[in-house]
């Protein structure tokens, strides 16, 4: 995979959080694309509040995604690229998924389940564990400081 | 809750992962119900082949119904009974979904994440930790060793 396609997966990540952050949602974001050449397949972003439901995460909105778009349930071959490092449940369904591999921009100290936490892909009960990678990004976890911040205040007020 | 109440809810989720054996996917049945009462809210079988979804497990399923149900993302005063102990993406979930409590009816030593694997509700980085309980079962057992025995043996012909 070429340079600018994973720039443009990157991009295409951050832009789905922003997404995320104007509709007041936890700013993630999260693609799933060809694990050889780049092509995008799915692109989701948090949706917890609108539509009310605490599975609506990024990451499984995009399997959920890939998944019908491609008509199976295993989704090897492909990768995910998401701002934030995936929880609990969705470093499982990723797992359960069969991704190649999942890249993320920002550590997440209180719920991150990769390298931290449960570190769900390092188990020896983990049946499928996919290849992962932090790729530190300023404005992965600048948007999501920025969220909480702004949550804080709007309490004060 | 009556003991009547109890029996009712085990029962439904039996004769739910009764319909997932039947429709040849993994036999786990999920219920969701009000603590108190015991109504039952959600009922719902695992449907990971028919929906060529991995996260269409049997509890995903129920936490998802609850909410669309009641209009709302998190299910405090609700309680889950599932034939089978949940995985690591189902026990993320019914913590995001502040469920009182979880109880089921067989071990998982493969991929169960209560009390063995990466035991989600006793990590400190969980924030919500549902109240948990086996109630050992014997039909909920036999019905996953009677699966995958078939299953090993339609292999063999």
Not at 19 to 48: L, M, W, Y
Not at 68 to 80: E, N, P, T, W
Not at 103 to 123: C, E, L, M, N, P
Request: hydrophobic share 40%.
């Amino acid at each position: 995979m070429e340079n600018i396609e994973r720039e443009k997966i990157k991009k295409q990540a951050f832009d789905s959080a922003l997404k995320a952050f104007r509709a007041d949602e936890v700013p993630v974001g999260a693609v799933i694309f060809d694990s050889k050449t780049g092509e995008i397949i799915a692109c989701n972003h948090n949706q917890t509040e609108q539509k009310k439901d605490v599975l609506a995460h990024a990451e499984m909105l995009a399997i959920h995604s890939a998944s019908k778009k491609l008509g199976r349930k295993f989704l090897d071959g492909y990768s995910m690229y998401v701002t934030l490092e995936p929880c609990v449940m969705c470093a499982g369904a990723i797992s359960w998924a069969r991704l190649d591999a999942v890249y993320y921009g920002a550590s997440d100290h209180k719920t991150g389940a990769i390298r931290q936490g449960a570190k769900v892909f390092t188990r020896s009960q983990t049946h499928h564990k996919p290849k992962s990678r932090l790729f530190s990004s300023q404005e992965c976890s600048k948007i999501m400081t920025q969220f909480f911040r702004a949550k804080r205040l709007s309490k004060k007020v």
